[in-house]
């Protein structure tokens, strides 16, 4: 696990980052780490964030500006390879056995169907988790503000927050951003900030889980 103190961030440092860039670290600073077992293990025992980037999406297809979040049709969507390695994302984290509790989930369709294929239909839609590539620096505020409150927030021991939703919004929040859909980013939330612990990249589950120890009877 990995400290990196400048993206611990209280939501009223994040809101004069969006005014004043230098406060929050560039993504040619931030180097992503993989997850190990070590981790996974401690994740088990929950208080952690897990945020999970949607499916592999058609490019070819891009949003239409601005985004009609009624109608799926104007909205970037899942390729079918993207619906079948999300859904697969999920089955590697029932097997890695780590518990979840909340579920969160950006309310753009690519987000809200990965994150149902990946955990089923009891998902909470989550305005403010909207994707901020589109977004103006206003409008942007409180889906920061959101993503924030989510990674920061105490999580009760024995189950993890999950939040389903965009790589712009983290690199809004943090100078990161997620270039593999499908990647999980894991967390620990600390009351007034937030840890940024790894990241898991779908083609890295079945190599972790092999070093995963089972869990005891």
Not at 14 to 30: G, I, K, R, T
Not at 45 to 62: C, K, N
Not at 66 to 90: F, H, S, Y
Request: charged residues 20%; proline residues 9%.
């Amino acid at each position: 696990m990995v400290r990196v103190k400048p993206f611990i961030l209280p939501i009223s440092v994040v809101f004069l980052a969006l005014c004043s860039p230098s406060l929050v670290v560039s993504q040619d600073h931030f180097v992503e780490q993989p997850a190990t077992a070590e981790l996974l293990e401690a994740v088990r025992e929950g208080g952690f964030v897990l945020y999970l980037r949607h499916g592999a999406t058609d490019s070819a297809q891009p949003d239409q500006v601005p985004i009609d979040l009624d109608d799926c049709a104007t909205q970037r969507p899942l390729t079918d390879a993207g619906r079948a390695e999300i859904a697969w994302v999920g089955e590697q984290i029932r097997q890695a056995a780590l518990p979840l509790g909340e579920i969160f989930a950006s309310p753009l369709c690519r987000a809200v169907e990965s994150a149902q294929l990946a955990f089923g239909d009891q998902v909470t839609v989550e305005r403010d988790l909207m994707y901020t590539a589109h977004l103006t620096t206003e409008e942007k505020r409180p889906v920061v503000a959101m993503t924030a409150s989510l990674l920061q927030r105490p999580v009760e021991p024995g189950s993890n927050r999950v939040v389903v939703a965009h790589a712009p919004n983290l690199a809004d929040l943090i100078g990161y951003f997620p270039a593999v859909e499908g990647t999980l980013v894991i967390f620990r939330p600390l009351g007034d900030g937030f840890d940024y612990q790894a990241s898991i990249q779908p083609a890295q589950w079945p190599e972790l889980l092999e070093t995963l120890p089972p869990i005891a009877p």
